[in-house]
């Protein structure tokens, strides 16, 4: 408040008028044109510059470029691809469809230094922590303020200093609003009509910026959340789906945040609305407050003054002390929210098993049972808040009204108290009366006290919110310390269940001490037991096979067969590094020279092209000089060679899962394979639902082209394929040995295909010896 040490009279006439209605303590007379000019002037200009200042920093940070539709070469592609979402140069860009072009959205993920920095922000949360407004709660919104604002020259700093400068806006219009009120209604009743019919033009005149002012500050909150949360969710992105895979590990490994899809959906968005709503709902109030109590410090006097502010103290800590903890309500809420939409996912992920096992019934009393949960909760928080609401507004709306209107009176009943109000009544008013001056102070001190009561009344609500923003602080901290840990390979250690046998070793995930050596050409067990590491699942932190020591080459080809169950597919994951290796050593090809196709190939969003080239982009495939005739070509090899005609070309877009017969989904995988034609490639049961015939016409052609194949299959057919077996047994064991020769091979898969043909006249002997039986005890 410098500008008060100077006396506004000497200073510039625009900004006399923006300081007149802050500072002044004369009873202007009539108005002054030059002012009002200058003011409306003062509020446009701030206003247009604001303005600008959006225009032209902040559309920049979204790096759109709005580019013409070019054909791609190779391909019959329209859609302009550029660099596609592979990390180039620390960003890449994106080429979104916006109207009948394309956009190029340039994203810059962040990087691993970052979240290296950041790690130590995020410490994971101790059970048992209370959620609400407390030390826990500032400590972990300053741990996601320094994600959504990662620097002071970002888009969001630029937000947040054009929000606070309309705040500021408002506030001085407030004031102006007060004045003028208070001049209409004495110019009324003075029955000065000249002056009256002035003021309620000056009143439209303010209307415009006012208004103006009051949309502005919705769209910058507005914009201020979505940014938090573009930048949240990015973040979460980066962390979530990486090479750490910490999006498998988060659901397959971890129990600390079950349905992540809940908290990054829905749990970001809440927690940023909050977050950006908070900082007008309280940082407006607070000005107000400082403001207005100047004001009416100035009218009603000092004791006036800490009357009020006796008042809000009390208020406070009152209110603080019945507030119920809407933060854990919140928290919770969000988790059966979570929870519902879990099983809805569920219904649609598995609606054709469901609907052929005639489900319905069971899966619609799993839905109700978890909506009844959610609905239940809310309902008990609509119940809390009927004797809370009517606490607060009896305490904010009525209390702080007649403790407003008491100290209204002051100036009038006890004057040598009352401040400007006081002195005026002791000299006996202006030129308009006593009893007129008195309308007109009463009239701008009730406006400013409303403004002052409306502006603490939304600080104590703000106290509510803020005990809501605490819940989804917590679940997205909770979210971000899970991530983080995950991402740098941090488990929760597994307690060993007190019923797991004493004799038998228990491997925890506090507990790693594998090591995976990348590079070797081939695969190379050394003493690696593979263990299921979750502790939720039954057999988490047991040995599913003792030790496996293996060693494949370069044109060695493994078949891994066993009994249901045994961890033939766990192999696979502990290669791929979905499962942390506990003990032993394994020494594994690069990523990209192993690929792997499961049982169930997962079918992509996007065109008929996407489904083979998958997990690359359109992008990569021109990069890499691939064209669509070569996919024809590999569809060719597995007999699909007729889908692209028969679903209208490569560019074509459907929900592929529900396009293609099981066998056809399989023949993808495997053309994916051919694809992306690796050194190794581990095929996990990936031919089960194809025909034998097509089948061994891929096996066959893999071969040729150079893949060396582990495969995990209980099919004897396939041994001629393969030069080693890995017997997996029940008990934890594993046998390796060689299948032998291309003509020994073919002997023993001769005599299998013997032993099949005698095993199915088993059950016709068996009827036949039924029958015999029947006849001998008739006859007997
Ligand atoms: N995340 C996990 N944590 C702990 N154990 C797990 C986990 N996931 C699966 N398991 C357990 O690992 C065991 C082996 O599973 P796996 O899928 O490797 O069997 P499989 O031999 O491939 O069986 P199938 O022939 O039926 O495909 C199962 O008993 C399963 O309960």
Redesign the pocket.
């Known amino acids: 408040m410098v500008v008060f040490s100077k006396p506004v009279d000497r200073l510039p006439v625009p900004l006399q008028a923006v300081l007149e209605p802050i500072t002044s303590n004369a009873q202007r007379q009539p108005y002054s044109k030059t002012k009002v000019i200058a003011s409306a002037a003062t509020i446009s200009l701030a206003a247009y510059i604001a303005n600008y200042i959006y225009q032209k920093r902040l559309e920049n940070f979204d790096s759109q470029i709005i580019s013409p539709i070019t054909p791609l070469s190779g391909t019959s592609s329209k859609n302009d691809v550029f660099e596609g979402p592979t990390p180039r140069n620390n960003k890449y860009t994106l080429t979104v469809p916006y109207k009948n072009r394309t956009a190029k959205v340039t994203v810059r993920p962040t990087s691993t230094e970052t979240f290296k920095k950041h790690k130590k922000f995020f410490p994971p949360s101790t059970s048992g922590q209370r959620v609400g407004v407390n030390k826990v709660f500032f400590k972990q919104l300053s741990a996601i303020l320094k994600v959504i604002i990662p620097k002071i020259r970002s888009k969001e700093v630029i937000i947040l200093v054009l929000h606070s400068i309309f705040l500021v806006l408002r506030t001085w219009l407030s004031i102006v609003v007060a004045r003028l009120d208070g001049r209409i209604v004495r110019d009324l009743v003075a029955a000065n009509g000249k002056e009256f019919l002035k003021g309620i033009m000056y009143w439209f005149a303010i209307a415009i910026p006012a208004t103006y002012t009051n949309s502005m500050i919705r769209f910058l909150q507005s914009k201020l959340s979505i940014a938090f949360r573009t930048r949240l969710t990015r973040y979460v992105h980066d962390l979530y789906l990486n090479k750490e895979n910490a999006y498998y590990k988060a659901i397959?490994?971890d129990n600390r945040i079950g349905g992540a899809d809940q908290f990054i959906t829905t749990d970001i968005a809440r927690f940023c609305d909050g977050l950006a709503s908070l900082y007008s709902n309280l940082g407006k109030p607070l000005l107000d407050t400082i403001i207005f109590n100047y004001q009416l410090t100035k009218s009603i006097g000092l004791a006036g003054m800490m009357g009020l502010f006796g008042n809000y103290l009390l208020t406070a800590w009152i209110l603080r002390k019945a507030t119920p903890a809407f933060g854990k309500l919140a928290a919770h809420e969000a988790k059966l929210e979570g929870d519902f939409r879990a099983a809805h996912t569920r219904l649609i992920t598995n609606a054709e098993e469901i609907a052929f096992y005639n489900g319905a019934d069971l899966e619609l009393s799993i839905l109700d049972r978890t909506y009844t949960k959610l609905i239940k909760h809310i309902n008990s928080i609509f119940k809390i808040r009927i004797a809370y609401n009517m606490f607060e507004d009896f305490l904010i709306k009525y209390c702080w009204s007649a403790i407003g209107l008491l100290m209204c009176s002051v100036p009038v009943f006890f004057p040598s108290w009352g401040g400007r109000g006081g002195r005026q009544e002791l000299d006996g008013g202006t030129v308009y009366g006593k009893e007129r001056d008195r309308t007109k102070a009463f009239i701008t001190n009730k406006r400013l006290m409303l403004t002052l009561a409306d502006a603490g009344g939304r600080m104590m609500y703000s106290y509510k919110e803020l005990a809501e923003l605490a819940g989804y602080t917590s679940r997205v901290y909770n979210l971000l310390a899970v991530l983080h840990s995950l991402y740098a390979g941090e488990y929760v250690p597994t307690p060993r269940p007190s019923d797991f046998p004493d004799e038998q070793e228990f491997y925890s995930l506090g507990d790693i001490r594998g090591e995976v050596l990348y590079g070797y050409d081939g695969l190379k067990f050394e003493s690696v037991p593979i263990v299921?590491?979750?502790a939720g699942?039954?057999?988490?932190g047991e040995e599913?096979i003792k030790s496996m020591n293996i060693t494949i080459r370069p044109g060695e080809h493994l078949l891994i067969t066993?009994p249901?169950?045994?961890?033939?597919?766990?192999v696979a994951r502990v290669i791929s590094r979905l499962w942390p290796l506990f003990r032993g050593r394994l020494s594994r090809p690069e990523d990209r020279d192993i690929f792997y196709v499961p049982q169930r190939p997962y079918l992509s969003i996007g065109t008929l092209r996407d489904q083979i080239i998958y997990p690359h982009s359109l992008a990569d495939m021109i990069r890499s000089g691939r064209t669509d005739k070569e996919l024809l070509d590999i569809l060719h090899v597995v007999k699909l060679s007729t889908i692209p005609d028969r679903e209208g070309g490569w560019e074509t877009q459907k929900e592929w899962k529900d396009v293609f017969s099981g066998g056809e989904k399989q023949r993808i995988g495997i053309a994916r394979l051919f694809y992306h034609h690796p050194k190794f490639a581990i095929l996990d049961?990936c031919t089960s639902a194809v025909s034998s015939e097509v089948e061994g016409l891929m096996y066959q052609h893999a071969k040729d082209i150079g893949i060396t194949l582990v495969t995990?299959s209980h099919r004897p057919s396939l041994f001629k394929y393969h030069t080693h077996l890995l017997r997996i047994g029940d008990e934890g064991t594993c046998e390796s040995s060689t299948i032998g020769t291309e003509q020994e091979r073919m002997t023993l898969d001769k005599e299998v295909a013997t032993l099949e043909a005698k095993l199915k006249d088993v059950d016709s002997w068996k009827a036949r010896i039924a029958e015999i039986n029947m006849e001998l005890q008739l006859n007997i």
Do not use: H, Y
């Open positions: 397959n490994l299921g590491p979750n699942n039954e057999r988490g599913l066993g249901n169950g045994v961890g033939k597919t766990s049961e995990i």
